[in-house]
């Protein structure tokens, strides 16, 4: 099952993040992948705020994962710069504890990633235009994804 969105402007990924952000249940994982300046990031911070983040979320690309406090915990990971390792880095404690995560280049630690997760690709198909594909895994991702696009 795959759907897709199109974002006509900005304010249609704030809009978009901030209704996701209101479906979201404690261990849900997002999976965001798209070029540099896709909107990672930008979809990331307009989620945040729905889960009712009130810091400042910026990339943590030079920490990997930064913590917040909101309706629920949210964690942000940003793995871009991570180098391979065969460390376990505590991913399943951040996963499986009470918050919210969401990972940018995420294909990056796929071995670590939970099995069920909603994947979202981005692409940029204008300057202000973005094509969201979301791949749900699970059952739980697939009602989220149908309730999402209704
Ligand atoms: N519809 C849109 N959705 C998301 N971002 C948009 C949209 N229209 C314009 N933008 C702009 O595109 C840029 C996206 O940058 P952002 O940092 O979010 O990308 P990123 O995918 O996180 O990149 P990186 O991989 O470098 O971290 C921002 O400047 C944002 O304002
Ligand atoms: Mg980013």
């Known amino acids: 099952m795959i759907f897709e969105k199109i974002m006509n402007s900005l304010e249609d990924t704030e809009r978009f993040a901030i209704k996701l952000a209101n ?44 913590q917040y406090e909101g309706r629920l915990p949210f964690n942000h990971l940003d793995v871009y710069r991570l180098a391979e390792s065969d460390e376990d880095l505590g991913w399943d404690e951040l996963f499986y ?38 791949m749900p895994y699970g059952k739980r991702y697939e009602a989220l994804c149908e309730e999402l696009m209704r």
Do not use: C
Not at 38 to 45: D, I, L, N, Q, R
Not at 108 to 130: A, C, F, S, T, V
């Open 23 to 66: 479906l979201l249940m404690a261990q849900d994982t997002i999976t965001l992948e798209g070029d540099l300046g896709a909107g990672k990031t930008t979809f990331t911070k307009a989620l945040a705020k729905g889960l009712g983040v009130t810091r400042t979320v910026n990339s943590p690309t030079f920490t990997i994962v930064k």
């Open 97 to 134: 504890g009470d918050a919210v995560s969401v990972v940018e280049w995420a294909h990056l630690i796929e071995q670590d990633l939970p099995k069920e997760r909603l994947g979202i690709e981005i692409y940029r198909i204008g300057e202000n235009e973005r094509r969201f594909v979301l």
